[in-house]
């Protein structure tokens, strides 16, 4: 898991709520990442962050929302907007470079009752 | 669009023999690959990289070989072991990508003891 962290490793939501994941890293990488992943299922880009207080959207940032205020930190909220919000959340983060490896934090399972 | 993709959703090993897992890419500009290992409620942990430059590159107990002329990659695990057996995932980098890459579905490796 290197030096990426994400808690909780398991939460519950109910349906209508809002729900912040936290991810932080102490890699000092420039560039952090959300991915979603289903089960049986490969990596979706939901936001990408390069540098600090700024974003950007992936492939599937509907329903989503995330914030950049310190270099080590990139948390994600899932909101109500969100129609299918049970999966399991991925952070990775790396540097600016090109051609460089991501690396990916724990994950969090989210499960909608 | 472009896309990296895997020959075999699921590989099945006897312990001890050599797994080889396959991983087709569509994107000849691409010039960075990596594999990720996945175990079950884990996020994608680092295995092995190569640049396009290199067609073959070594760790311990695994090796990627890159084939540009057929744009295919795998990764050999000798003597596969009990704890081989996750999801392994390979992920491209283009240069005019910046620091993105494009994550192929998985493969899921069984070892059988």
């Known amino acids: 898991d290197g030096g990426i962290t994400q808690s909780p490793k398991y939460l519950f939501r109910k349906e209508g709520q809002n729900v912040t994941l936290s991810c932080e890293q102490n890699?000092?990488?420039?560039?952090m990442y959300w991915y979603r992943q289903d089960p049986g299922q490969g990596l979706r880009l939901i936001y990408y962050?390069?540098?600090?207080?700024?974003?950007q959207k992936g492939d599937i940032a509907e329903g989503y929302s995330v914030s950049r205020e310190k270099k080590e930190s990139f948390p994600l909220t899932v909101t109500s907007a969100q129609k299918n919000p049970t999966a399991f959340y991925l952070c990775?983060?790396?540097?600016?470079?090109?051609?460089?490896?991501?690396?990916f934090g724990p994950g969090t399972r989210l499960t909608v009752l | 669009g472009e896309s990296v993709g895997l020959h075999l959703p699921t590989l099945s090993v006897q312990e001890g023999d050599n797994s080889i897992i396959n991983c087709a890419y569509s994107?000849?500009?691409?010039?960075?690959f990596i594999w990720y290992k996945q175990e079950s409620g884990k996020g994608p942990q680092f295995i092995i990289d190569i640049r396009s430059n290199m067609d073959k590159r070594q760790g311990q107990r695994v090796t990627v070989l890159l084939n540009k002329t057929v744009k295919h990659l795998s990764l050999q695990i000798a003597a596969t072991q009990p704890g081989d057996s996750a999801v392994y995932f390979c992920?491209?980098?283009?240069?005019?990508?910046?620091?993105?890459?494009?994550f192929g579905g998985g493969t899921r490796l069984m070892v059988k003891p």
């Open positions: 962050s390069q540098i600090v207080n700024d974003f």
């Open positions: 990775a983060s790396s540097t600016k470079m090109t051609g460089t490896t991501q690396y």
């Open positions: 890699l000092n990488h420039d560039a």
């Open positions: 992920a491209e980098n283009t240069d005019n990508a910046g620091n993105m890459l494009t």
């Open positions: 994107n000849s500009a691409s010039d960075y």
